[in-house]
């Protein structure tokens, strides 16, 4: 089975300034069917659902403001908030979903305002 | 605009049965999507449990495959979550959520339902 791995599992950034946020997983997530990295990273701000924010690692969401983005490919991947909001407080998930049906997530990163 | 509402009994006691249902409005559950349930035990990260197609084909997640049900009522378009022999580490919110046929994700979810397993 794909680990999937996020790190670190918390980071604490000042408003305005860039947050990084890392997603490793254990087998290569590339599909050459699709020529795309199957891999996905979801908002989950306190008490709600997530939300979709990238998906073939580096399509942003309709509606997702531009400061996000993704990057990455083959097993490492990196989720990139240019210029820090408060409403980003949240905790972000990566996902494969390279090896469908079994989707997995990671273990999610925490990230606060410093 | 696609909306998802789970519903349930949010208690249940331990060796019974989960059943949730999961409503779709703004789309038609027997579109080109799949239907997932997503599970967050307090604190945790979240699980993939399965998911359907409005077909009846259903996929499951390997270490609950055992335990897990999902179908589809298209008539009244939603889908349902049962899970036998629950205990304490069934405790969890439980979400529904789309997945379009454009990429394997989750673009829509619902608010999800907390279920606790207690006696």
């Known amino acids: 089975d794909i680990v999937v791995t996020q790190s670190p599992d918390s980071l604490a950034v000042s408003l305005g300034e860039r947050a990084t946020i890392n997603c490793k997983s254990s087998q290569s997530v590339f599909s050459s069917s699709h020529n795309k990295n199957n891999l996905a990273w979801y908002q989950q701000r306190p008490g709600q659902p997530p939300k979709l924010l990238i998906y073939?690692?580096?399509t942003r969401e309709s509606g997702v403001p531009d400061r996000f983005s993704g990057s990455g490919s083959g097993t490492d991947f990196t989720l990139t908030i240019s210029s820090l909001q408060a409403e980003d407080v949240a905790v972000y998930y990566c996902q494969q979903y390279y090896s469908t049906p079994q989707y997995i997530f990671g273990q999610g990163t925490k990230l606060e305002i410093k | 605009q696609v909306q998802l509402q789970e519903s349930g009994p949010g208690l249940v006691k331990p060796s019974g049965t989960l059943s949730l249902t999961c409503a779709v409005s703004?789309?038609?559950?027997?579109?080109?999507?799949?239907w997932s349930w997503v599970r967050q035990p307090p604190g945790k990260a979240l699980e993939w449990i399965g998911e359907i197609y409005h077909s009846g084909s259903t996929n499951y997640n390997p270490s609950l495959k055992s335990r897990v049900t999902i179908s589809v009522d298209k008539s009244n378009n939603h889908f349902s979550l049962k899970l036998t022999s629950v205990t304490a580490a069934d405790t969890a919110v439980y979400y529904c959520?789309?997945?379009?046929?454009?990429?394997?994700?989750?673009?829509?979810w619902g608010q999800g339902t907390l279920v606790t397993v207690s006696s």
């Open positions: 959520a789309r997945t379009p046929q454009r990429a394997s994700v989750h673009d829509y």
């Open positions: 703004g789309d038609s559950i027997s579109s080109s999507n799949w």
């Open positions: 073939w690692a580096s």
